[in-house]
């Protein structure tokens, strides 16, 4: 019969992942296990023990990730607004995928050499965010179109398409942007974003031109 792990180990091997999401979504796949350690405020022989290789402390990294937002979107379910319990779970995947960025290359390696590995994540991945989008499509929230899987591909290409230092909050704003034009329209919200982009078109063409372009010149 197998021993129970120890309350100390468990607690070590916790801080561990936790020390290592934050070093990798900060310093890339190449950031050392000692800083790791370090982070974690436990010894390097310590993070051995519990992830022998650089490639078993990124897997689990990820499958703890993975874990936590099934988690969120279950806790998100009893939100009372069912469209702002779908976008806070989107938000949440872009730090997600930061720490996934961060360990791009190994991941890559250990997802390609575990199919299991990749069917567990986009599983529960997809159960998540469908269940958050199952019921902002019956409240009459969201457009009744799009697709779990729809959801997921259009958060990892905007995450992919920003590289720059700051991609995380140009994300978050599109997220809303893409969010915002999922919501089911009534006639009467209609004619106010049509007002309101009249008005802001009418705003642009009202600024005077800039100093140094052709218009400013006699």
Not at 7 to 21: F, H, M, S, W
Not at 40 to 67: D, K, M, N, S
Not at 90 to 106: D, I
């Amino acid at each position: 019969m197998a021993r129970k792990p120890r309350a100390d180990a468990i607690r070590n091997r916790e801080r561990v992942l936790e020390a290592a999401k934050a070093v990798f979504s900060a310093g890339g796949s190449e950031a050392s296990l000692e800083a790791v350690a370090r982070r974690a405020g436990v010894g390097i022989g310590t993070l051995y023990r519990h992830f022998p290789t650089r490639e078993a402390l990124f897997e689990a990294v990820y499958r703890r990730e993975v874990q936590q937002l099934g988690e969120l979107a279950e806790a998100l379910k009893s939100e009372a607004d069912p469209v702002d319990a779908l976008r806070r779970w989107l938000r949440s995947n872009v730090e997600f995928v930061a720490t996934k960025k961060g360990m791009s290359a190994a991941l890559a390696l250990a997802v390609q050499s575990s199919s299991e590995l990749t069917a567990f994540s986009f599983d529960r991945l997809t159960k998540a965010v469908g269940a958050l989008l199952d019921r902002a499509v019956a409240a009459g929230e969201i457009r009744a179109d799009i697709s779990p899987e729809d959801l997921l591909r259009a958060l990892v290409g905007m995450c992919y398409l920003h590289d720059q230092p700051g991609w995380q909050k140009s994300v978050v704003r599109l997220l809303d942007v893409f969010v915002d034009g999922l919501r089911v329209r009534t006639d009467a919200s209609q004619q106010t974003m049509r007002v309101t982009r009249r008005e802001a078109m009418e705003t642009r063409k009202e600024k005077p031109p800039r100093r140094g372009t052709r218009n400013s010149r006699k």
